[in-house]
């Protein structure tokens, strides 16, 4: 169900893949709250992916950028005002890539050229799009800026690498630019600390069904997916939010507050059964 919350809003869109991605849930959704906006992602990613088929579904004009790219990503906001008219109300960065991952480095045995391209692609590029923005003069007042986060940020999780790294510092970036914009702009700028989500890239990532599965136990609300993270996206470039800014919002399904749940304490008990405890590595 529609609410027109969008109605009249103008924005751009940072990361749209295929069906299986956040930001197209969530493009999806602005679109039937009455938004218009572009769409941008890296020319590979454009080649591989089915934006285009997004694009024609909701109307939406594509623009190429490489996120580390000044130049590009000054572009994608030079035409996004030109196609839309004026100035955007929101903004959505949904940008992560580790190459140690990828390579399966650990992380005590990082290759310090790929951190530095995690930390580009994954955090710094927010921070680029914010500032050109603010010298842009690019988002109307009390707009709303959001980016996608993972409870990594906080915690350590298995595996999950030099990529929370660069999720802390994606926080660090909204908290401080949300200041700045905040006070001088009345311009929001939130992140979203999302559930692990089965993704096309996450898919990818060894281990996740077991992740999946473990978040699920742990959280009382269950894991929160997609199409359920683009309508939490939704109200955050809504004027219902006005207020809020500066925030790392979980959504999560309650698991961020959890230490224990009764399913997840369930499914241990039973892996103990017939098992000498002393006998498990401590």
Known sequence: MAYNLLKGKKGIIFGALDSKSIAWKVAEQAYEEGAVFTLSNTPTALRFGQIDELAAKTGSVVIPADATNVKDLQNVLEQSMEVLGGKVDFVLHSIGMSLNVRKKRVYNDLDYNYLNKTLDISAISFHKVL????N???????????ALSYIAAQRTLYGYNDMADAKSLLESIARSFGYIYGR???IRVNTISQSPTRTTAGQGVKGIDGLLDFTNRMSPLGNADARE?????ITLFSDLTRKVTMQNLFHDGGFSNMGMSLKAMDMYNKSLEGTDTEDIPQ
């Open 136 to 146: 842009m003069d690019a988002i109307n007042e009390w707009g709303s800026v959001v």
């Open 184 to 186: 001088e702009r009345k």
């Open 229 to 233: 993270c683009a309508d939490y996206c």
């Open 131 to 134: 500032q050109l923005a603010y």
